[in-house]
């Protein structure tokens, strides 16, 4: 295994025009990580991401009594050692009986599960790209992204593969007496080492498609290896491994990132396997495998408060802290969270596809109590907030509202096939506009007001619909709420609301709008009003804002001018 040699990364100067608490230079007009800066590999070293990881294990390997996986489900472990040489065994299968080599592409259908990650590692330490997707796509859905990614074979499960077209090395089903031979059954011949270039491909993942048509995002090993070299860095002490429960996709960034990293870090990674979310069964696993963390999405975290009677008879001493990610979590949720679970850190992150996941995140305990942040800046990174409407690249100090831009090197190498489509989002310079209307406070710390796109015109002002629905979320008849534009000749667009009353509540239409209306500036109210039983969602806990607007427009709702 080659064992990477770390060149230190240039600190930022420390010169008095840094603000020491915020980070914000006010000569350059961006903001700079106060985190310590994190020793890379030198770029032009030949290194798979896995070959990186692998060199962290052989330092600081786990007991070998360790599990590295366990399916919640069947309790089924698979120790490190077992692990890693199921790794190499598969990667010597796939590379002999399949004939794939570096650069070629792997399409990965397949719902979680103990194969994902010893796949994920094999194909990686090839130098295959790996695109994974969701296993409920549909079969149009799943061709769009076959076009986008080109893959030469693919692995799925029985139950997916029905949806996959042919390919030229065909399908290898997860489920199936042939892949557990591939992973056991040392192939005859050597095993060829391949060399990896950290600026190759190592995965295409694809961008949410709910403001557009999908894209494949081109993350390279080096996206990977410094994103993972950050998790190394602010990693505590323990005395024994950690028990990290993955309650996300492994398709999804945040999910493929959690699996990747806690293996990586010797712990111990826990798969809820396929099916819905169970929130007694989650709590139960939590309970027998004595978890010490969570991955959610926000739809689960809203789960264990909503149904927060279910807790009872559930042992969750172990717990230290639950990760969320993926979408914004409501300011109520949190606060009922933290009384349910006051021990417990919630570990609140922001990132895209296109940044490698997670570029601001809470560590500790003191970060994960600042309300409504999603934490601080990560090492070797810089940041900008400016101005989207006089289009100029200035950046705003601190307090100041507008797009958050970032750059360093969790950046991705572009949308595949898609040069346009890239420039419109990463300049000549390699700053990533994420599109998101944000302020960075004087304590560096990041807050989200909303989606550029999602901006609500009133009257030639701008409406955020996140904060009316932070502020309808806080109203004690409100389980949950949601913002859109509804079409007005005059007014160009009004703030109109999707409401969730608790059970039993009385409140009428015009008691929340007036409670608003006393907390808002006038353009700001909510003009129009409607009581639902659920706002959609996306699996990552997106509000589905086009499936509102259609629903706004097909029977007038309340209104209030």
Known sequence: MVSPKPNPVPAPATAPAIDPNSGFCSETRTYHSLRPNISLPPEMTPLSVVDYLFSHLHSSPPPPSTPALVDAATHRCILYPDFTQ????????????????????????????????????SLLSLGVVVSPANPASTTAEISRLIQLCKPIVAFATTESAEKLPSLRYGTVLLDSDEFESMMTTTEVGEFGRVEVNQSDTATILYSSGTTGLVKGVELTHRNWISVLAGAFAVRRARTSPAVGLCAVPFFHVYGFGYCVRTIGLGDTLVTMGKGRFDLNRMLRTIEELRVTQVALAPPAVAAVVNRAISRDGYGLSSLEAIACGGAPLPRSIIVQLRTLLPNVQLLQGYGLTEST??????????????????????????????????????????????????????????????????????????????????????????????RLKELIKYKGYQVAPAELEHLLQSHPDVIDAAVVPYPDEEAGQLPMAFVVKRPGSVAHESLIMDFIKEKVAPYKRIRKLRFIDAIPRNAQGKVLRRDLIKLASSSPPTSKL
């Open 86 to 121: 199921r790794v190499r065994t598969l990667a010597s299968s796939i590379q002999t009986r399949l004939g794939i080599s570096t650069g070629d592409a792997a399409f990965v259908l397949s719902p979680n599960s103990l194969h994902i990650p010893i796949l994920y590692y």
């Open 357 to 450: 996941g997670r570029v601001f995140a809470a560590v500790g305990l003191k970060e994960s109590r600042v309300e409504g942040s999603t934490g601080k800046l990560v090492s070797n990174f810089i940041a900008k907030i400016v101005d989207p409407e006089n289009g100029a690249a200035i950046g705003l100090p601190p307090l100041t509202p507008g797009e958050l831009w970032l750059k360093g090197p969790f950046v991705m190498k572009g949308y595949v096939g898609d040069k346009e489509a890239t420039a419109a989002v990463v300049d000549s310079e390699g700053w990533l506009k994420t599109g998101d209307l944000c302020y960075i406070d004087n304590e560096g710390y990041l807050f989200i007001v909303d």
